[in-house]
């Protein structure tokens, strides 16, 4: 039967696949007893549903290769072994017949007797085993609670994969991908978690916050999720079915009509010219970036080398990623940001601190570095090796006091020195930039601006410590936003600083990359955005629509108001001339 669950987009798209779900002990299990006379049908279902499983791992099994199938399949051979152990199959039969229990009240029986057997052991290794019995009876409940009609199942099996979670940490995404995870499902997350910004850069829809998803989705059940609304549909109709086609056509129009934005000028109707940089954390990125037209690569995150591994990479390592990043642009510039660990970016090399009360307000970013100054030096000297190939600026993350900049900038220097007197080709002058995404740094940027060669605006945490609201915590998504006074206020004064003394801005937050808010932050005065590369055009298609001098002109009201209220009247009539945009550049897609 058709549902229809709710949550918020947090990557864009669409996809159609079969649920997996990552914690399947979740299964609604009838405790109703078990009538004499429908034994008989219990124990054919419990067999059918083991046989399904088996046959779903040897299926797995059999489509394994790569570096990592060896490993992949220890894990599967042990579930096999669990599924084939006749005291366990026994163990269910007789819950059937002598208990009067049904297969999906049997089965949590036998996980909770068989997962306190492993508790009570000493040894931490089979201790941690009990997860295969957690999947096993998961995989079976699935198995036993499907619902799907043949047609669908058909289908299903011809379909990649949706993970449906609570959560999935950063370092998971890529190897999901590779495995064929086609989107997301979170009971939990945020729109704005490094998660999410990680399934946009990989082009994978993402919908957060959908609580029931759980509860209420099935392993092996067909579902389509919609990264835009933030819908996701089990058990969809040919009506959904054909919806989601006809998105497949009209992105694949969209993507032609935009194409031939490639190489155009990123310019207002008044002869501003726009810069529209792209954020990065892949090879991938750096190459959607060129080919998209980027004017460079405004913000590329680092911290991706150490969220993939059990031990921080050496100078060498990371050289070589920064040095590949900089071929790769061709002589245009590139900002590399200085590890941003922390907060929702846990590692697996034991850098974050591990049970702080309160990540967020913790050691993170430049904190972090400072508190490893052996790990801030390999990571200077390798951006500053990469120096001789192209033009790179050092970004800083979570400056809040003018003293980390001196601090940094000394490092840099020393680096520096040591790198000529080994005999590396490094540039004579870098360029050291701080975030702006702490009030206290926006608030001090007057006093803090001649130490800097170069300022970026990170609206994602300035939200959050402007307002006092977890960017992580769905329960508090309306309380986070980007068009709060005070935070309209901290970019406009950001902004503004910069321009009278001379040093480049760029906004790199994801309101960069939307164009609800571009005709804004033109309006405040920004012309270098960084943005994810697959919206440089969509956004470059409204910048040459737009009028910078008009919209300066009513941007002064928009610092003038006091609520959201007068904001949102102001962004309408901004909104406007959007709409008028948008009307025109959706007319030429005929003739494409």
């Not at 394994?64 to 269910?92: K, Q």
Request: charge should be negative.
């Amino acid at each position: 039967m058709r549902l229809i669950l709710e949550g918020s987009g947090a990557s864009r798209g669409m996809a159609l696949g079969r649920a997996r779900l990552e914690q399947p002990s979740r299964f609604l299990v009838d405790n109703t007893p078990l009538a004499q006379a429908d034994v008989a049908a219990e124990l054919v279902r419990i067999d059918n549903a083991l046989a399904l499983a088996r046959a779903e791992l040897k299926g797995l099994r059999d489509k394994l290769s790569g570096p990592l199938a060896r490993e992949v399949a220890e894990f599967i051979d042990a579930h096999g072994l669990i599924l084939a152990d006749p005291e366990f199959v026994n163990g269910l039969h007789n819950l059937i017949k002598d208990g009067r229990f049904r297969a999906s009240a049997a089965l949590k029986m036998q996980r909770d007797s068989l997962v306190a057997v492993f508790e009570a052991m000493d040894d931490p290794y089979l201790r941690s085993r009990r997860e295969d019995i957690e999947h096993v009876i998961g995989r079976v409940q699935g198995a036993l609670s499907r619902e799907s009609s043949v047609e669908e199942r058909k289908l299903a099996s011809r379909v990649g994969e949706i993970l449906v979670s609570d959560t999935v940490a950063p370092a998971e995404l890529v190897p999901l991908a590779e495995h064929g995870v086609l989107g997301f499902i979170l009971t939990g997350g945020s729109t704005l978690s490094h998660s999410a910004i990680l399934a946009r850069s990989l082009r994978l829809p993402m919908v957060v916050g959908s609580h029931q998803a759980l509860a209420h989705l099935r392993d092996g059940d067909l579902v389509l999720i919609d990264g835009d609304s933030g819908n996701v549909i089990a058990h969809p109709t040919a009506q959904d079915l054909a919806s989601y086609r006809q998105w497949q056509r009209d992105v694949a129009q969209q993507d032609k009509r935009r194409a031939r934005l490639r190489d155009a000028e990123t310019r207002t109707l008044d002869g501003i010219e726009i810069h529209l940089h792209a954020n990065a954390e892949m090879a991938a990125d750096v190459a959607r970036a060129r080919s998209f037209g980027a004017a460079g690569i405004g913000l590329f995150r680092t911290e991706f080398l150490f969220l993939q591994r059990r031990d921080a990479p050496g100078e060498e390592e990371q050289f070589l990623a920064y040095r590949d990043l900089v071929l790769g642009m061709g002589g245009l510039p590139v900002t590399i940001r200085t590890l941003d660990l922390g907060a929702d970016k846990a590692d697996s090399a034991g850098l974050v601190l591990e049970d702080e009360p309160n990540p967020a307000l913790g050691v993170r970013g430049v904190r972090l570095s400072l508190r490893n100054p052996q790990l801030m030096r390999t990571q200077l000297r390798a951006i500053l090796r990469t120096t001789g190939y192209g033009p790179v600026r050092i970004l800083v993350p979570m400056v809040s006091a003018v003293e980390e900049v001196i601090t940094i900038r000394r490092m840099v220097d020393e680096c520096a020195t040591q790198l000529r007197k080994e005999g590396q080709q490094i540039a004579e002058h870098f360029e050291l930039g701080a975030m702006i995404e702490v009030p206290a740094a926006a608030i001090a940027l007057t006093s803090m601006i001649r130490q800097l060669d170069f300022v970026a605006i990170g609206t994602n945490d300035l939200v959050q410590y402007t307002l006092a609201v977890d960017r992580n915590n769905n329960e508090l998504g309306e309380l986070y936003d980007p068009l709060h006074p005070a935070v309209l206020r901290l970019i406009a004064h950001t902004i503004a600083v910069c321009r009278r003394n001379r040093r480049p801005v760029t906004l790199c937050g994801e309101i960069a990359g939307d164009v609800y808010f571009t005709a804004m932050l033109i309006g405040l005065g920004l012309t270098e955005f960084s943005m994810h590369p697959g919206l440089i055009l969509e956004v470059r298609e409204v910048v040459n629509a737009l009028h910078a001098g008009e919209l300066r002109k009513i941007a002064p009201r928009l610092l003038r108001a006091t609520d959201r209220a007068g904001i949102d009247a102001v962004m309408h009539r901004m909104r406007a001339r959007m709409s008028a945009v948008e009307n025109a550049v959706a007319a030429p897609a005929i003739d494409c």
